[in-house]
């Protein structure tokens, strides 16, 4: 059973306008959450990461936001650039275990 | 800027052959992890270590090994290699902190391709 979940394998976004990344838990344990981004044949690189203590986060042109009772966070890009397009990862992690990924969503942003 | 290592970046070898997949970091984190990823899947945990002399299996089943001697480094080993073995293997290390800031971070990844 999927513990995080990120049912947008992909998304196309128009430059200069707000790319919304979504991702569900299920595991009501986690307390820290992560978004990564890669591109083909690197290493996923670290975005921005939020607590549970927390229901948002930003930094610079990302924005992290956490609905507890939903059990749901978002990764919103504004404005979104070129440059993002990647995959996008979100991940959960309970304490000292592994962090837990999602599949992944395919961003595109169109110029 | 994450100061972790993978070597090699690239890797074509034949069928059976022994290889050994380097990953270093300068962080002094504890705790490191293999995951391996195909193009456009997602990422599967195949080894993780808590710290020196441990070492735990992920969640996807691998043929590979791996060793944890030194805090900074955890290699990879394929005793024979297969072309099922051909894909990306992702190293990564996390700190163990007392507050949840943990962000672990990846290397660049090694492109291994089996003949």
């Known amino acids: 059973d999927q513990q995080v979940k990120q049912n947008s394998p992909s998304l196309s976004v128009q430059e200069g306008r707000i790319s919304i990344l979504n991702c569900d838990y299920t595991n009501s344990m986690f307390d820290y959450f992560l978004w990564y981004k890669k591109y083909p044949a690197e290493g996923p690189t670290f975005l921005i990461s939020?607590?549970?203590?927390?229901d948002k986060n930003e930094d610079g042109r990302f924005t992290v936001f956490l609905n507890k009772s939903a059990k749901h966070l978002s990764l919103h890009i504004v404005p979104s650039q070129p440059g993002d397009s990647a995959v996008y990862f979100c991940?959960?992690?309970?304490?000292?275990?592994?962090?837990?990924f999602g599949k992944g969503t395919r961003l595109s942003v169109i110029a | 800027e994450a100061d972790i290592y993978q070597t090699p970046r690239y890797l074509v070898i034949g069928t059976g052959k022994k290889i050994t997949l380097e990953c270093s970091q300068t962080?002094?984190?504890?705790?490191m992890y293999w995951y391996q990823q195909d193009p456009g899947m997602e990422l599967h945990l195949i080894h993780y270590?808590?710290?020196?002399?441990?070492?735990e299996k992920g969640d996807l089943s691998s043929e590979s090994t791996v060793s944890r001697i030194r805090t900074e480094h955890f290699p990879l080993t394929l005793e024979s290699a297969r072309p099922s073995h051909t894909s990306q293997y992702l190293c990564a290390s996390r700190a163990t902190g007392q507050e949840r800031t943990d962000t672990q971070y990846f290397g660049p990844g090694t492109r291994l391709t089996v003949l």
């Open positions: 991940a959960a992690v309970a304490g000292n275990t592994p962090l837990v």
């Open positions: 962080m002094g984190h504890d705790k």
């Open positions: 270590s808590y710290g020196v002399n441990s070492t």
């Open positions: 939020i607590s549970s203590i927390k």
